[in-house]
């Protein structure tokens, strides 16, 4: 089988290294990938919202299967796209991608079937948002109502940070047409948990649980980013809590949507909280994860075609998920000034030290090749991860994996898994 991936960072590069276990792929493309994806796919140039383009090349190329690994795309309709022309592709449709497309959408449905999740408000001017917040309790959480490259969440100490907050996001425009709505959160404490799953319509499997350090700085200090680094499993997910979820909040969700005329074939995220009152949804993705995937599928042994296959199929039910029972540890490595200002266009080395290293890993997120030389193309550049028996031996083993990396201004955290110990 011929496939196509559709992305360029760390995330589609696990999913790209993945398939490329499975003896059912011939052959694998990548549009538009990166240097790391180019060692095991062929990188075509068309860019990720570029569906018309991409649809041709499917056809063109006579690829079986499509896997969308970004949310843009998604939202945008690639499946309907794809579909229209009767390709296989994996990944929700338009209609069901707005389960991540819109803060506001998701807040409702969970409100409507009874899902756990914080207290909201939705805004659709910037002076209403501005005069609730006078009346509300502190710390509160602003989001922005579309996709944001996972930054678009201010947590606001004070009622002065809330209402620039909200300039920020409504008057500013800091994220485009993302912030002409916002959701106006409680804030909610615990312990943050990612939680993947794989979804055919009806029938929901659930992958091994994660944990993501999105703050840029150490002790989750600074700015959101899109992930510094993560760990798998959670010694916070409990069976009690695995039981929890998947009475109320996992199938709940499918049904849910399956109830609005949304059929979710694909993958859906959950960014679940862990409080003193249960766990409860502080938010849905509709694809898989990043860095979550840097960690979760090293950890899979199932063939991932057979389950994409599934899935596309309504055959889930017939399927169990396996996956070992070790952990993994992912550092990100970033261009320092991220995810503000920073430069690339660095050279990287150490790059060879992984090959043939059974446990290690190294997942690129922002780079190309330059006259045969790999160099820095972005803000988050690449994902270290390792493997370990339990959670501190994978630790231990990838940040001294992070150690065999250079390029002139990487920067990271030197605390991700720190929760753990």
């Not at 299967?65 to 338009?94: Q, S, W, Y």
């Not at 620039?164 to 500013?172: C, F, H, P, S």
Request: aromatic letters at 10%.
């Amino acid at each position: 089988m011929k496939v196509l991936v559709v992305g360029s960072g760390g995330r589609e590069h696990a999913i790209v290294w993945k398939i490329a276990q499975s003896k059912r792929a011939e052959k694998i493309y990548c549009a538009p990938g990166n240097a790391g994806i180019a060692e095991l796919a062929e990188c075509v140039p068309i860019g990720a919202m570029e569906l018309t383009k991409l649809a041709d090349f499917a056809v063109e190329n006579e690829i079986g299967l499509t896997v969308v690994g970004m949310d843009d795309p998604l939202v945008a309709g690639i499946v309907d796209e794809f579909e229209a022309r009767g390709l296989r592709v994996f990944g929700p449709r338009k209609n069901a991608a707005i389960l991540e497309g819109s803060k506001a959408f998701s807040k409702e449905l969970m409100k409507k079937y009874n899902i756990p999740t914080a207290a909201y408000e939705v805004f659709h001017s910037a002076e209403d948002a501005v005069h609730y917040l006078k009346t509300a309790k502190f710390p509160a959480v602003l989001k922005a109502d579309g996709l944001a490259l996972g930054k678009g969440v201010l947590i606001c100490k004070t009622y002065e940070e809330a209402e620039a907050g909200v300039r920020a996001l409504m008057t500013e425009r800091q994220f485009g047409a993302a912030g002409d709505t916002i959701v106006i959160e409680e804030f909610m404490t615990g312990r943050e948990v990612s939680v993947l799953s794989f979804c055919d319509g009806k029938t929901i499997r659930i992958m091994t649980s994660a944990q993501d350090h999105k703050r840029a700085k150490e002790g989750d200090e600074g700015l959101n980013t899109g992930g510094m680094g993560t760990f798998s499993p959670s010694p916070f997910y409990t069976e009690e809590t695995d039981a929890f979820c998947r009475q109320h909040i996992y199938q709940a969700t499918v049904d849910a949507m399956a109830a609005e005329g949304r059929e979710f074939k694909g993958v859906i995220f959950f960014g679940l909280m862990l409080t003193e009152d249960g766990p409860k949804v502080l938010e849905y993705n509709a694809r898989f994860g990043d860095p979550e995937t840097q960690v979760v599928l090293p950890r899979m042994d199932n063939d991932i075609l057979d389950v994409f296959e599934a899935c596309i199929d309504g055959t889930l039910e017939q399927m169990d998920l396996h996956f070992a029972d070790n952990a993994a540890v992912c550092v990100v490595l970033a261009s320092d000034g991220y995810p503000e200002k920073y430069e690339k266009g660095f050279p990287i080395s150490g790059l060879e030290q992984f090959k043939d290293k059974e446990g290690y890993y190294v997942f690129h997120a922002g780079t190309k090749s330059e006259q045969g030389t790999c160099v820095t193309n972005g803000g988050r550049v690449l994902g270290v991860t390792a493997l370990g028996t339990d959670l501190k031996e994978a630790k231990n083993n990838a940040y001294a994996a992070t150690e065999w990396i250079s390029f002139a201004n990487k920067y990271m955290r030197s605390d991700i898994g720190s929760a753990i110990e």
